[in-house]
């Protein structure tokens, strides 16, 4: 469970979403993957994160974790085995609830990369 910022105490929703992106920063990112049990944030895991926001912030688009993972030259289910799913990552990465529907599909989203498109 994602403890509280005391400096910004209302800074995460109830399911430990960050309210506001622009909060975010790399500190932030830091103790959100320890306290999720991710650990030190590795370069891969700040590309998918630099990947994640900005896909968000300049878009509001959600990417399907097979291609994200393809598009950054990363073994397949990098998400998952990075972070533990796109939940976890999307709030590493300091993102907005992206609501129920969207969590449904992060939360059952494919892993497997086999799948030729």
């Known amino acids: 469970m994602i403890q509280r910022d005391e400096k910004r105490p209302n800074a995460l929703d109830s399911?430990?979403?960050?309210?506001?992106?622009?909060l975010w920063d790399a500190h932030?990112?830091?103790?959100?993957a320890r306290s999720l049990g991710i650990g030190e944030l590795a370069v891969a895991h700040w590309r998918i994160i630099e990947r994640l926001r900005t896909n968000w912030?300049?878009?509001?688009?959600?990417?399907?974790?097979?291609h994200l993972c393809r598009e950054l030259d990363l073994t397949a289910g990098c998400i998952d085995k990075l972070f533990g799913g796109l939940i976890e990552a999307w709030k590493v990465a300091g993102l907005p609830d992206p609501g129920e529907e969207a969590r449904v599909?992060?939360?059952?989203?494919?892993t497997d990369d086999t799948t030729t498109e």
């Open 15 to 22: 399911k430990g979403f960050l309210t506001d992106p622009a």
């Open 28 to 32: 932030l990112a830091q103790r959100t």
């Open 57 to 66: 912030l300049e878009a509001g688009d959600l990417p399907l974790q097979r």
């Open 105 to 110: 599909y992060m939360e059952n989203m494919e």
